[in-house]
Structures are given as C-alpha cells and as structure tokens.
C-alpha cells in the first residue's frame, strides 16, 4: 500500500513539474528534455501504481487469509512407476477428504492402491487426505508399513507418526508402503 501511494505522489509530482513548463514555457530553458523526462517518468510510476494495486489484490486473495496462490494449490494425486511414469492419476479438485488404500468391496477408498505393484504394503484403510483451511493434510490411520513425506521444499523424507497430520504442499511425494503418490 505505502508503495502504490509512493508511486502515484512521483507521478503527480511529474504532472506538477508538467504543468509548471508548460504555463512558465518562455522562461524555462530546455523545456522540451523536461516535458519528455517528467513524461517518461510520470508513466512509468502510473504502471508502478497500477501493478501494486494487482499485487496487492492477489495478496489480499490467497496470502492475507493463508490459503495457497494457484500455482501451490494441490489437484491432482499421481500414482508414479520406478521410472517417474504416470500409472493413475485421481482428481483432488473439490474434494474435502480422499481415503487412500485398498478396494475390497467391504470399504469405500478415494484413493485405490490395491492394483498396483506393492498393493500387498498398503492396509485396506492407509492413510486420508483432509483439506482445511486452504491446505492440504495427510494423516496416517495407524498402518502396518506406515507413511513418508518427501517435501519438495528440501528434498528430505520425514516419516509420520500416526494419527498425526502433516501438512502437504504441491511437489510433495507420499510414500504409502514402497507406492509413490506425487501431489501436483
């Protein structure tokens, strides 16, 4: 805000210097370099004021009330091979909570483990994704082979502890027994 203000006092102050050539034009030497630089520099701070103003409506949008900007947002949970390929890809896009693991036909998973490669580390009822808040949370309920977070911030892999949940940025990767989920 202060540096909107900033750049529309510079541009006014341009438009003053303007106006003062201009009705003083038989006393002022060199009036034409002055019009062209108090013109060229009113401008440029109007489309400095301008931009501010866009800025600080994405601001207001997503930082202020700390929910993620587009580019952040998570839709898309992406089961990859050993070599990075897609093998399935599950749409987080309005959902609220995804319950990963495996189909039997007695329970009802988002997310479906059960037809891939390491089906037999994943427990009926693995883990959930809850959304709150603008953010995404994974938590552990209480599975045999667990769960690791591979952030894409630092590149570590922290294990969680069940029933504890972790908050999840897009790039990171879940790692639900030996299955990589990428969150993007």
């Known amino acids: 805000m202060k540096k909107r203000v900033i750049d529309l006092a510079g541009a006014c ?9 201009i009705f003083y034009s038989t006393q002022v030497r060199g009036r034409e370099a002055i019009l062209v630089t ?4 009113g401008i440029v701070f109007l489309i400095l004021a301008v931009q501010d103003k866009e800025e600080q409506k994405k ?5 202020s009330m700390g929910l993620p900007s587009e580019s952040e947002l998570i839709t898309e949970t992406v089961l990859l091979s050993e070599e990075d390929t897609e093998l399935m890809v599950w749409d987080l896009y309005g959902k609220t909570a ?13 997310i479906d483990l059960g037809r891939s490669s ?13 959304y709150s808040t603008g953010n995404w949370y994974v938590e552990d309920l209480g599975s045999a082979n667990g769960i ?20 999840i940025e897009r790039g990171d990767c879940l790692y639900i027994g030996l ?4 969150l993007r």
Request: proline share 1%.
């Open 13 to 21: 102050i341009c438009l003053a210097v303007i106006g003062v050539v």
């Open 38 to 41: 108090a013109g060229i520099l």
């Open 59 to 63: 601001t207001v949008g997503h930082l």
């Open 98 to 110: 995804m319950v990963i693991g495996r189909d039997v036909k007695e329970n009802q998973v988002d």
């Open 118 to 130: 390491y089906a037999s580390m994943v427990d009926i009822e693995h883990a959930v994704l809850n």
């Open 148 to 167: 690791s977070v591979k952030k894409a911030g630092d590149g570590r892999v922290y294990k969680l502890s069940a029933d504890t949940p972790c908050r």
């Open 179 to 182: 299955n990589r989920l990428l």
